[in-house]
């Protein structure tokens, strides 16, 4: 009788110490000791705190979760594979409050993107929730900055990628006076479906986005500077990009503006259903539009193993600006393989030089290449 009235004293202390411990709580981060306990928790605060080198900052969190980051987050300079920061979840919150993350590209950038000499970590933020990211600020990422496979709806608004540090030469990139060409490779790498990014800021050296594989993909109202601007692909083999929407981004001082690469060895792959609207770009210095089907090349012999069908600038203008010496507006086609409708009555081209039409004759309403 004594040793079951104990029992029932325990069983009830374990009552109530899970109730207290239930997933409500507030978990709070100021190192990654804290990770185990503060991703049991609904609501996760994330303090100032620097990441030890060659570890990643990987938030595994409850469906639901609300992150809010609160300081600055630093990670120690090595040369590994990263990623530096991982978070997987569904239905997340993420507050970023325009708290600053800091990848120590400096340390890393040698003008030669994830090439040359040096492994590094990337991308910086690896993005796997479904929910809402907002108003994360990274600066000088060693090479991608976002990598975006979500698992479910996710709106990525107010983000900044700030690498112009990296448009100017150091003591890595051997070269003293000549800006800086290719430090940071893409800004936002997408690869899911049912995305919406807006209001987004990218100061980089690449690709602002870069849309590899999915459907039903949004990127409105962004701000791209002295990269590569928007792209879908480059596309390889075996997969679908359809349902974007490119409307209301600005896009300047940039090599190219608006960019559809396929691989010219990829097959059974398709690129349907683009939409530009609305969008402006000045300044550019190489391609303003650019469709190609010979990538790394732009205008070499194209493959036709990937379709690109309706590729619409229809509604609202987009107004595009070349300086001198770059081309307008290039398109080089696979035999047969750009089908569909492409009204690109919305397209206006001023300023450099026209550019060359290979293979296709399904634009409509454009001639100003
Ligand atoms: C990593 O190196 C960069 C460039 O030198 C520097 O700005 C940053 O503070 C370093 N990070 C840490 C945590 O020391
Ligand atoms: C856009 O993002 C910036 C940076 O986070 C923020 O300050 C601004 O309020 C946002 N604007 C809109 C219209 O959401
Ligand atoms: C497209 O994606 C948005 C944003 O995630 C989502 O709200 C919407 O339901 C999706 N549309 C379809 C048809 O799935
Ligand atoms: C094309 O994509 C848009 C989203 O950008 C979508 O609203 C529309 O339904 C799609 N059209 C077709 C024919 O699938
Ligand atoms: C045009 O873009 C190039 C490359 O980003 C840049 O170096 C140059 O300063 C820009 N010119 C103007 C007038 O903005
Ligand atoms: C593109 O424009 C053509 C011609 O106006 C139209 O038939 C087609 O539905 C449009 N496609 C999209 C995806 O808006």
Excluded at 36 to 56: E, H, L, M, R, W
Aim: charged share 10%.
């Amino acid at each position: 009788m004594f040793p079951s009235l104990i029992l029932g004293f325990l069983v009830a202390g374990i009552a109530a110490v899970t109730a207290t411990s239930s997933s409500s709580c507030i978990g709070t981060i100021s190192s990654l000791n804290d990770v185990s306990s503060a991703i049991k928790c609904t609501t996760v605060n994330i303090n100032a705190f620097t990441v030890p080198a060659g570890q990643t900052f990987e938030l595994q969190l409850l469906d639901g979760t609300t992150v809010n980051v609160l300081g600055e987050i630093q990670f120690g300079n090595v040369s590994w594979a990263g990623p530096l920061f991982q978070v997987r979840g569904n239905d997340i919150t993420f507050n970023g409050n325009n708290q600053r993350w800091d990848g120590g590209g400096p340390f890393y950038w040698d003008g030669r993107g994830t090439g040359g000499g040096m492994t590094k970590p990337h991308p910086m933020m690896a993005i796997s929730i479904s929910g809402t990211l907002n108003d994360v600020y990274v600066v000088n990422s060693p090479a991608h900055a976002f990598s975006i496979g979500n698992p479910g709806p996710l709106t990525v608004s107010g983000v900044t990628v700030d690498d112009s540090q990296g448009n100017y030469p150091n003591s890595r990139s051997g070269k003293s006076s000549a800006a800086e060409k290719h430090t940071t490779p893409t800004a936002f790498d997408v690869g899911g479906s049912n995305l919406i990014i807006k209001n987004c800021t990218v100061l980089n050296q690449d690709d602002c986005l870069a849309i590899g594989r999915g459907t039903n993909i949004t990127f409105t109202d962004n701000y791209c500077e002295g990269g590569h601007g928007v792209s879908i692909g480059s596309i390889s083999s075996n997969v679908i990009v359809s349902d974007i929407e490119i409307s209301g981004n600005n896009v300047v001082s940039s090599a190219y503006s608006f960019r559809i690469k396929t691989d010219t060895s990829a097959t059974n792959s398709a690129v349907k259903n683009v939409t530009y609207i609305a969008n402006t770009a000045t300044n550019c210095t190489y391609y303003g539009v650019l469709v190609t089907q010979s990538y790394p090349s732009n205008m070499g012999t194209p493959g036709n193993g990937v379709t690109i069908s309706d590729i619409n600038f229809s509604s609202g203008t987009t107004s595009l600006t070349a300086n001198s010496g770059a081309y307008r507006v290039a398109v080089n086609c696979g035999s047969g393989s750009c089908i569909g409708n492409w009204d690109w009555s919305g397209l206006e081209a001023s300023g450099g030089k026209a550019g060359s039409i290979i293979n296709n004759n399904v634009i409509t309403g454009f001639t100003q290449y």
